[in-house]
């Protein structure tokens, strides 16, 4: 037991501790822009975003995985907000909590074991073009100090960890973003800083209980914005805990962590902040910075309202340059460049799933939405390649004029064609033995499909005997199978 905590929490302090003061810096920003895409006060999303980030600390599944309000969750609050008001948010936030919590019991993490490698790469490459595309306004129609600016931000960022000690000792975002606050106050730089994003919130959060009449209409309203964002946030989730995975070579407990961000939704909706989930480019940020276990999440979410509560006069001061440099950092950071060397080294249908999820991605700015066509698409590219791999023999034998056709592979919708057109339904002989010990029948397709031969030979007067069924296959034949029936002719036309 002690063991387990000292792992959990206390195993890595200094660099848990540093790497939360950076992602907290990171987080400001960012949770006040997602409340102003959501159409809320800032307040909404810096609650959410410090209520989520510690709950998840306790309760989630991956250590290390930074969650809080996304931009991904705040895209489908839009509608919700504008035609029915915050109270409702908030209302929306409990429900999706408890949709997630359910979908936890119901071991849903296990899903993610669907979504191929390909999937995952288009995944991390559309989100490194949204994080980077998210900057380009803060780059756009302003003086030269921004760029001059965010160049020295990045140069800081790459060179500062090759310092002698110091480097290693101090993450280099957060020295970045120091640095130019520095530089910005004294030679008193007239450009976009945290402050101008929004009214930083003075108190802290208080327990609030949506102000909804507790009826049918309310759920019939809430209920479908609830189920958009528990399903884009778990799935934002798990593909997260996936990178994070690869990044620090551990695994995570998938369906802990749907109950978990649950339990912090909920959290969050009782505290006045929106839905959240957790967030690829703070968790790589955290990772980079050195973080690893549950400590740097906790204290990513308490220094952010310590900063926003204590140090705001100061944190307005942080020059928005800064941020879009540990932004660029993180998109560059993020994006799979070997996948470009690999277009030419792997199949083109894992290409095209990888450049398909991106193009989803990016056009639609919906994360779920790239996810489940490049799912869709690898399924039917594997079922495809599948279904190719059947195999039909046959030999013939005078003495008793009998054809024996030997099926090896798997018969399904996609190979139920070509199983079909195997046979040689003309061939005048008396007997036709069907040979099925070698392969295996999937679906009612392949079932269909066998019957289809069955009553066709036997139209042609042969006697159809089908021999080698395996357990499995023989079961889905004798249920949904008409072959055998008296009445096969009639009941195989009226399909």
């Known amino acids: ?48 975003s410090f209520c989520i980030a510690v709950v998840i600390a306790f309760v989630g599944g ?46 849903l993490g296990a899903l993610m074991r669907f979504v191929s490698r390909s999937v995952v790469t288009g995944f991390v490459n559309a989100l490194a073009i949204l994080i980077f595309m998210a900057q380009l306004p803060e780059l756009t129609n302003v003086i030269w100090h921004v760029y001059a600016m965010t160049a020295a931000g990045l140069a800081i960022i790459y060179l500062f960890p090759l310092v002698p000690v110091v480097g290693k000792i101090l993450p280099s975002p957060l020295v970045c973003i120091i640095s130019l606050t520095a530089v910005a106050m004294v030679l008193g730089l007239d450009i976009r800083t945290v402050g101008d994003m929004g009214e930083l919130p003075d108190t802290l959060p208080m327990f609030l209980w949506p102000d909804v009449p507790l009826n049918l209409e309310t759920l019939m309203i809430i209920l479908p914005y609830s189920l958009g964002l528990a399903v884009v946030g778990l799935l934002e989730s798990m593909m997260t805990a996936t990178i994070v995975d690869d990044l ?8 802990r962590e749907c109950k978990g961000q649950g339990v912090a939704n909920i959290g969050a909706g009782l505290l006045g902040g929106m839905a959240g989930c957790a967030m690829i480019g703070q968790s790589i940020i955290n990772i980079k910075s050195g973080g690893r276990t549950r400590l740097s999440s906790l204290a990513a979410g308490v220094f952010l309202l310590v900063m926003v509560l204590v140090l705001d006069q100061w944190l307005v001061q942080i020059p928005m340059a800064a941020l879009v440099a540990v932004m660029i950092m993180v998109s560059i950071g993020t994006f799979s460049w070997g996948s470009i060397k690999n277009l030419k080294e792997h199949p083109l249908s894992t290409n095209i799933v990888m450049v398909v999820t991106v193009i989803v991605v990016v056009a639609t700015h919906n994360l779920a939405f790239g996810v489940l066509a490049g799912v869709l698409l690898a399924a039917l590219f594997f079922a495809n390649k599948v279904g190719h791999y059947m195999l039909i023999t046959s030999e013939f034998d005078e003495e008793s004029d009998t054809r024996t056709y030997n099926v090896v592979g ?27 010990s070698r392969a295996h029948f999937w679906d009612i397709t392949a079932v269909a499909a066998l019957d289809k031969a069955v009553v066709k030979f036997r139209r042609e007067g042969a006697d159809v005997e089908v021999i080698g069924l395996n357990e499995a296959s023989a079961t889905i034949v004798d249920r949904f199978g008409v072959h055998d029936k008296p009445d096969a002719v009639e009941r195989l036309m009226a399909h």
């Open 410 to 436: 798997q018969v399904f919708f996609s190979s139920s064609e070509k199983f079909i057109e195997s046979f040689d339904f003309k061939e005048a002989v008396d007997n036709v033995v069907i040979d099925l």
């Open 1 to 48: 037991m002690l063991s387990s905590i000292r792992n959990n929490w206390f195993s890595n302090v200094r660099g848990d501790l540093l790497a939360g003061i950076v992602v907290a810096l990171a987080l400001i920003p960012e949770a006040i822009a997602f409340s102003i895409i959501a159409g809320v006060d800032p307040k909404v999303g810096l609650y959410a």
């Open 248 to 255: 620090t070579d551990t695994t995570s407990d998938r369906n």
């Open 62 to 107: 991956r250590p290390g995985m930074i969650s809080a309000a996304t931009g991904a969750m705040a895209l489908l609050m839009v509608t919700l907000v504008k035609e029915h008001g915050l109270e409702y948010l908030l209302a929306a936030t409990l429900l999706t909590g408890v949709l997630q919590i359910v979908a936890g019991y119901l071991k």
